[in-house]
């Protein structure tokens, strides 16, 4: 069974810095998705990035982009110039085979400091 | 943005109550699931559906039921609410195929006296 790890439970970055957060995962397949979702403080999931496994190019969006090391299993997101309103729980997901389900990490909490 | 819908958005409610916590969407996605979340916690899959007529239970095992009659609608029931009910339930669809990504519905938060 595919697993997600996110071994950082709370980060935190000054407004205006860069923070990278980590993602592992576990999976025998060889085509797959992997994506980021913000969950802002009650307020609602929405995806922030996703990353097709065959592809080598890392996915960028604006401030936000990942470093996927495929070999290594690993899929880490970078913001660049933090923003107040980037506070938010971050979860890695990852989606592969014949499985409909989207399979989720535990999350990490980002506190963006002024 | 995505046009999945929950309600009610809050509820409050007395221990033993029958409930049902609404979700639609309107994207025609033949996929939807049920999570529940605590506070600041991890997504537990309670419920999924691949379409119409089809519903399994997901990885948290859960005293609530699901019906698919309908590929917009897949409301969740709790026959008998307890305080141990008590958390934040969200809606997802999706396409079908692994590139697609879940969209969300904004959450029913629920709490259980």
């Known amino acids: 069974a595919q697993t997600v790890t996110q071994s950082q439970p709370e980060m935190s970055v000054q407004e205006a810095e860069t923070v990278t957060l980590s993602c592992t995962y576990d999976t025998s397949e060889s085509d797959y998705y992997l994506f980021w979702y913000k969950q802002p403080p009650s307020r609602q999931m929405i995806l922030v990035i996703r990353q097709e496994a065959y592809k080598q190019q890392n996915a960028t969006e604006n401030r936000f982009s990942v470093n996927f090391q495929k070999a290594a299993k690993s899929f880490s997101l970078k913001i660049s110039d933090s923003q107040l309103g980037d506070a938010a729980m971050y979860f890695c997901?990852?989606?592969?085979?014949?499985?409909?389900?989207?399979?989720f990490g535990k999350g990490t909490l980002l506190t963006v400091n002024p | 943005e995505a046009d999945i819908y929950q309600t009610p958005r809050y509820l409050v409610i007395g221990t033993g109550k029958k409930i049902t916590l609404e979700c639609s969407q309107t994207m025609g996605h033949d996929k939807m699931y049920w999570y529940q979340q605590d506070p600041g916690m991890e997504l537990h899959l309670i419920h999924y559906s691949y379409g119409v007529n089809s519903t399994e239970k997901g990885d948290l095992s859960s005293e609530s039921t699901v019906s698919r009659i309908r590929t917009e609608h897949f409301p969740l029931t709790l026959e008998s609410a307890r305080p141990s009910h008590t958390s934040q339930y969200l809606c997802?669809?999706?396409?079908?195929?692994?590139?697609?990504?879940?969209?969300f519905g904004p959450g029913t938060r629920l709490t259980v006296t």
């Open positions: 997802a669809s999706r396409r079908a195929g692994t590139n697609y990504e879940q969209y």
């Open positions: 997901a990852y989606s592969g085979g014949s499985n409909y389900k989207l399979t």
